[in-house]
C-alpha cells in the first residue's frame, strides 16, 4: 500500500505531529508498506531528510508564536492536490494535531482531492475541536461533563465562577494555553493566556479525582487506561516528556465503571459523528462520577502516546493499529 504521511503544520502542537509521524512511518514500512512524508507547511519530505526534518522528541513547550508565523508564510493547505506524493497514494495518514490539520480545514480540502485519508470527516473534526459545540452535543447524547461557560472576546464574564476551575482555548489541544486557576487573581491573567491561542475561551468547573481515556477503534472500546501526572493537571510537559506521568493499562478500575467509561467513550463518539478511530478522555471524581472532558480525532501517535498505549493493552501492537486506522480509511 502507498501511503502518505501528513504531518507537521502549523498548529501550537507542530511538534507533536512531527514526534506522531515519526513512529507511524516506521510501524507502516515495518510491515512492508510504502512510505511518504509531506509537511503541510513545508511540501514534501524526502527519505533521505527525515532524520534531519522530522524530530522525534517533543519539546517540554510548544513551538515559539514566531516560529509558526513564519511556518505559516510557506503554508501549503491550498497546494495539497500539486503534490505527487499526495495524488498518487493509496491513504493519507493524517499525523497532525490542533489548528488547521484536526479543525476540518484539512479535512475539506482532503475531500475535494479525493484520496482517503484517516481521522474523522471534516464535520466530526470541527465539532469535536470546538469544546463549546461537543459538550452541548455530549450532554444532548446522555455524556456527563463538567459545568462551563464561555468568555466571549469582549473578556466580560457573565456568570460567577466558583474556583478552583480549568480556563483553556475553546479550539486547542494538548493543554496548550490551559491553567488550572485556584485565586481570583489567577483568572485574568489565565484568561489573556488562554486568547493567545483562540478567541473563545471556556471556564470549566474542575474535577478532582483521577484522570482516564479511551481509545475507540472502528466502533469498538479499547482499554481504559489511567494517567497519573508529575504535576496537578495532565499538561504539556506531562504528556511528551519521558517520565513525566505514569500511564496504566488497563487502568486499576471497578469493572463496572470501566464497563462504563468504555459506554461513554463510545457514546461520546458517535455523538460528535467522528471516524474509524479517536480517544475519549475522562475525569472520574472522588464519588465514582465520570465526566467526559473532550474528544480527540486524530489523537497522539508519539512514543509515549496514550491511544497505542489503550491498543496494545488488548491485543493490538502498534503496527497492526496504524494499518487498521489507514484500512478504516478507505471504509468510510
Known amino acids: 500500500m502507498k501511503v502518505t504521511v501528513l504531518t507537521g503544520g502549523t498548529s501550537a502542537e507542530r511538534d507533536v505531529a512531527l514526534a506522531s509521524a515519526v513512529q507511524v512511518v516506521a510501524a507502516l514500512r515495518s510491515r512492508g508498506h510504502q512510505v511518504s512524508v509531506v509537511d503541510t507547511a513545508r511540501g514534501y519530505i524526502s527519505e533521505e531528510d527525515e532524520a ?24 501549503l493547505v491550498g497546494s495539497l492536490s500539486q503534490i505527487p506524493a499526495i495524488k498518487g497514494a493509496d491513504v493519507l495518514f493524517l ?18 482531492i479525493g484520496v482517503p485519508y484517516t481521522g474523522s470527516r471534516a ?14 452535543l455530549f450532554e444532548a447524547a446522555g455524556v456527563p461533563v463538567a459545568k462551563w461557560i464561555m468568555v466571549p472576546p469582549s473578556r466580560a464574564l457573565e456568570a460567577p465562577v466558583a ?34 491561542h483562540d478567541d473563545e475561551v471556556m471556564l470549566e468547573e474542575f474535577i478532582p479525582g483521577r484522570e482516564l481515556t479511551v481509545g475507540v477503534l472502528d466502533g469498538k472500546a479499547l482499554a481504559v487506561g489511567e494517567i497519573i501526572p508529575k504535576h ?18 488497563p487502568a486499576k478500575l471497578e469493572d463496572k465503571i470501566a464497563k462504563e467509561a468504555q459506554r461513554l467513550a463510545v457514546l461520546a463518539h458517535h455523538a460528535l459523528k467522528l471516524g474509524n478511530y479517536s480517544r475519549i478522555d475522562f475525569r472520574l471524581s472522588p464519588e465514582g462520577k465520570l465526566y ?25 501492537p502498534f503496527p497492526e493499529l496504524c494499518e487498521r486506522i489507514c484500512a478504516g480509511a478507505t471504509r468510510q
Not at 62 to 73: S, Y
Request: aromatic share 4%; glycine share 10%; with cysteine.
Open 52 to 75: 534531519t526534518l522530522v524530530p522525534s522528541k517533543v519539546g517540554t513547550k510548544p513551538p515559539t508564536t514566531a516560529r509558526l508565523e513564519e511556518l505559516q508564510r510557506g503554508v
Open 123 to 136: 464535520l466530526g473534526s470541527a465539532l469535536a475541536m470546538d469544546k463549546d459545540l461537543s459538550k452541548k
Open 292 to 316: 467526559c472532558l473532550e474528544a480527540n480525532t486524530l489523537p497522539g501517535m508519539t512514543a509515549t502516546s496514550l491511544l497505542p498505549q489503550s491498543g496494545a493493552a488488548v491485543g493490538i
Open 232 to 249: 496537578e493537571i495532565f499538561d504539556y510537559e506531562c504528556k511528551y516528556q519521558p517520565g513525566m506521568s505514569e500511564e496504566i493499562f
Open 95 to 112: 499525523a497532525l494535531h490542533g489548528g488547521a490539520g484536526e479543525d476540518g480545514t484539512i479535512q475539506s480540502v482532503l475531500e475535494v
Open 163 to 196: 474556583l478552583p476551575v480549568i480556563v483553556k482555548p475553546s479550539k486547542q489541544g494538548s493543554t496548550v494555553g490551559l491553567t488550572l486557576v485556584k485565586s481570583i487573581e489567577q483568572l485574568k491573567p489565565a484568561i489573556d493566556l488562554a486568547f493567545q
